[in-house]
């Protein structure tokens, strides 16, 4: 392209998704690679000045939200996620702060090749009092967050005990309490991106481990990856440490212990980080999503999956999310990866529902061309590679449900489904991986 993306020709792909379907899934695609993997400020394709690359991530962040470049939108970004206790909401009011301040930026650019237009000065002066009492009306509400703050640790003292009848009644009117309290909470937006990408910045800084460390593996050990563990993203920063958000450097086993329990859990490697763990079995491993969005509105999944917005070209935004990662993977690795890896998918029923409903019906091809760029589906010249050709419609059998009845997991249609009760489960992650289980070991 011969014009670096900002806000403005991002806000115009918009109007050109029904005019030009096929340059506006190019496009989108290329702008969804580089907002995932790289610093935009290092982009050879984004407006470096800092205030437009302000906007350009607010901006790649609503269309992940609600299907438009265009920072004004219908429906609010949500983040109220009661599992983590991070209770916030951004609402319409931080959605109209962003507009405003885009607004004003795009008249004063305006202004600079026509320094005296009364009208364009008028009206920066009406966008800055509406930008004030929208400022203001934040403002009055974020004291709101000290408060859940102190509820929640009340919630928590009381959790950890043998509750008597008084102390159960007291802890089901303080979440009734912090419920409706938390409908009231505002970040502002400020906090809200700022939250994003200092947790993009930790996940980034710690897959690159893992990246390097494989490599070192599959080097020394003259060897290819051929099984793969797919997450969905790091969770929301929220009040938490930066730590403690992502799978690779928490303490939390919630997704680490699957992983070890499949592969090994013996007393020697316990010791290992899960990057050390991961690179030692040359586990091939990529989150959908490196930005930690709040996900938490139950129906974003499903809106990812079905919704015309989320549509990009043939594809929804969940089956693009998983190649545009993959494709990451399969760079970052150097291509040492077998032609038919297998998959354990560990993302949300309702985020994994739109890849297997996609591949349930082709296989998944990746192919390289002469200059090593990788794409998907079809051959384009009969000098590229396959790289990679994997059916991820392969479904249990009925001998499957019988020979691993293990007690506490369902087994879900797809072999490559991994997720139980929620959560990944190991027993099903070596279902997925063709690793012997014994049914007797829980």
Known sequence: MSEKYNYTSLSNLDETRKSDKENFAKQVRLILKEFLFKELKESIYFDSESLELTLIRHSIINFLYCGKFTLQCKDPIIYNDKAQKELAQVSSTANEIRHTLSKISIINEKLIEHPTDEKLKGEVIKLEKQLGKFENKLKAEKGLISEIVKIQEEIDSLSILKLSKEESRKLSELKTKINKLSESIKDSPEEFFNKIETSWKHVTKHYDNYIVKLNEQLINGDSKIDKIIVYEAPPYLGNKKVDDTYFLTSNDKTYSSPIRECFDSKEENKELSMIEFLAKYKIGFFDLSMACLPLSDGD????????????????????????????????????????????????????????????SQKLL????????????????????????????????????????????????????????SGYPNHVLMKNAFNIDVNIDEN
Request: proline share 3%.
């Open 365 to 420: 091809k990746v192919y390289c061309d002469n200059s090593n760029s990788i794409y998907f589906d079809n051959k384009k010249s009969d000098t590229d590679q396959d790289i990679l050709l994997v059916d991820l419609g392969v479904t249990n059998t009925t001998s499957t449900f019988m020979k691993r009845n293990e007690k506490g997991t369902t087994f879900p249609l797809f072999k490559s489904n991994i997720i139980s």
């Open 300 to 359: 974003i999944r499903k809106n990812w999956n079905k919704k015309p917005e989320f549509n990009i070209g043939d594809k929804q935004l969940t089956v693009i999310l998983f190649e545009l990662s993959l494709e990451h993977f399969i760079e970052k690795i150097n291509f040492q990866i077998v032609k038919h890896p297998l998959f354990a998918i560990g993302t949300p029923v309702n985020t994994s529902a739109g890849i297997f409903e996609h591949y």
